[in-house]
């Protein structure tokens, strides 16, 4: 095969990937096949950004009954992971409520 075409392939493959940049960071969106690699990359991002704690599951019960600023920590929270989501399964989890559900 020629190397030329293959690069080509590759960087064709490269652009198609689709990603998102918060905070600097950038990362592959979560499809359906790629949670293993996702999920640690997520955390850390989330991590990085005082997100985390909003997200991990081991919070859900301190998450749910926080209000006022923190509240809306938590809500922006939300809509970081949903930034790290593809259209597709973003539509398997829109109907959660709380972001340990996603």
Do not use: C
């Amino acid at each position: 095969m020629d190397s030329s075409y293959t690069n080509v392939a590759q960087l064709a493959h490269a652009t198609l990937v689709p990603t998102a940049t918060i905070g600097g960071s950038k990362i592959e969106l979560l499809n359906h096949s790629n949670y293993s690699d996702w999920a640690p990359r997520a955390q850390a991002i989330l991590k990085k950004e005082k997100e985390w704690k909003y997200v991990n599951p081991a919070n859900q019960t301190a998450n749910l009954k926080l209000v006022g600023d923190e509240k809306t920590e938590f809500e922006d929270a939300k809509d970081s992971l949903i930034l790290l989501l593809t259209k597709e399964v973003l539509q398997d989890v829109k109907h959660f409520t709380y972001t340990h559900e996603i």
